[in-house]
Nanobody
Framework: VQLVESGGGLVQPGGSLRLSCAAS????????MSWVRQAPGKGFEWVSR????????IYTDSVKGRFTISRDNAKNTLYLQMNSLKPEDTAVYYC?????????WGQGTQVTVSS
């Protein structure tokens, strides 16, 4: 399993970012996928999950209505569109094949929301 995140950066409150996660080494189109984040000094927090065909999605309450998870199985890529960003969204964001298996996560991408 290899997952490589990109798209993080510094953004002002209220701004937007789109994270990408390029997958390889497994059958991406058959795998549900998740995003997990870790804020500074805090534990890991599950953010969102999408099923293998992209039809079913779920979100943690704090991001509902602001974040959208999606995938392109033809490109083996997972996305997280983040709108109306808040300072409390500052974290390292990881894509994960299995949330319970840390070895199936990517290396993470830093998102900083600050004015």
């Amino acid at each position: 399993v290899q997952l490589v995140e990109s798209g993080g950066g510094l953004v002002q409150p209220g701004g937007s970012l789109r994270l990408s996660c390029a997958a390889s080494g497994f059958t991406f189109s058959r795998s549900p996928m998740s995003w997990v984040r870790q804020a500074p000094g805090k534990g890991f927090e599950w953010v969102s999950r999408i099923n293998s065909d992209g039809i079913s999605t779920i979100y943690t309450d704090s991001v509902k209505g602001r974040f959208t998870i999606s995938r392109d199985n033809a490109k083996n890529t997972l996305y997280l569109q983040m709108n109306s960003l808040k300072p409390e969204d500052t974290a390292v964001y990881y894509c994960a094949k299995s949330v319970s298996d840390r070895s199936s996560w990517g290396q993470g991408t830093q998102v900083t929301v600050s004015s």
